[in-house]
């Protein structure tokens, strides 16, 4: 686990995009293609545009990256809460990229649905069921998910990645992607990798900034049990990042 610090939340947005687009081609020197997992939230969605406005952007050949998310919210597919619609906006509208490429993770039905639509679910599990066989059709044989070049991930004050909370059943689950319930934050329904597809991934970045973060990031750095701060989950198969700013690392030993 390898803990790098930035002067503030710009530079290291700034920063983290310079290496995730170096990643991605490095990814495609070696493999052809490469394997992106997306996160949402403020310093999430701050990566992707400083990727969009970064020089190097064209290095990176778009049509040849699977996306993915570690986590999406359960609400209509045009809800501008969707951790999609986000990195639309932010980046992926504005690059060359496949759409056969693109994996979103299943919105809820059109209110007054009664069955699963192709424009949505009415049932979250549903949702991670179909989600788990995209990943299964895009893994190597023998694998349940894709080895995942970068899977970024965001942490919330109180520990949570993805939308695995401390104490939660998503932090004891074995199946790929699951439906979860009944969060402690808005919108309390989601859907969300679990630690084994989290850990499948060739490197995970954890990326966070501000204060009220330094408290999990110090804890998760030096090792606490995933199941009380799932942060400390957080690895990646080659390599784990965490790439924070000052504030958030204030706490850190």
Known sequence: MELIVHPDAGLLAKAAAARLITALVDAQAQRGGAS??????????????????SPALDAVNWSKVDVWWGDERFVPANSPDRNARQAREALLSHVPIDEKRVFEMGALAAAGGSADLADGYVDPDRAAVDYTAALAARAPEGAAVPAFDVLLLGIGPEGHVASIFPHSPAAGAKQPVVAVRDCPKPPPTRVSFTFPTIQAARQVWVISAGEEKADAVAAAVAGADPLDLPAGGARGLERTLWLVDRAAASRAG
């Open 36 to 53: 992106l997992v997306l996160t949402g939230g403020g310093i999430g969605i701050a990566l992707l545009r400083a990727v969009r406005t």
